[in-house]
């Protein structure tokens, strides 16, 4: 956040508009706009199903105990499954 100049978040927005309305920089603008959508999609909050909240808790149970591939290893299995 930034509060190093003491404003309140009015006053904040205030200027940004004034800033907005003043300037005919597009990227600049396009970049603005990019982030406060990103703000807004941080926020989205996913609800998950028992099975898929149990398969989530059964895989972190798996890593905790090393039981996994690691990317060769897939690969490899993967290349035997496909026949190569």
């Known amino acids: 956040m930034y509060k190093s100049i003491g404003m309140t978040v009015f006053e904040l927005k205030k200027r940004l508009i004034g800033r907005i309305n003043r300037t005919d920089n597009n990227e600049l603008l396009e970049e603005m706009y ?3 959508e990103n703000e807004e999609a941080d926020f989205t909050v ?3 199903s028992d099975q898929q909240r149990s398969a989530i ?3 972190q149970e798996q890593y905790k105990n090393r039981k996994f591939l690691t990317n ?3 690969d490899k299995e993967i290349d035997e499954w496909l026949g190569k």
């Open 57 to 59: 808790e059964e895989a």
């Open 46 to 48: 996913y609800k998950l």
């Open 34 to 36: 990019r982030l406060i």
């Open 72 to 74: 060769e290893q897939a």
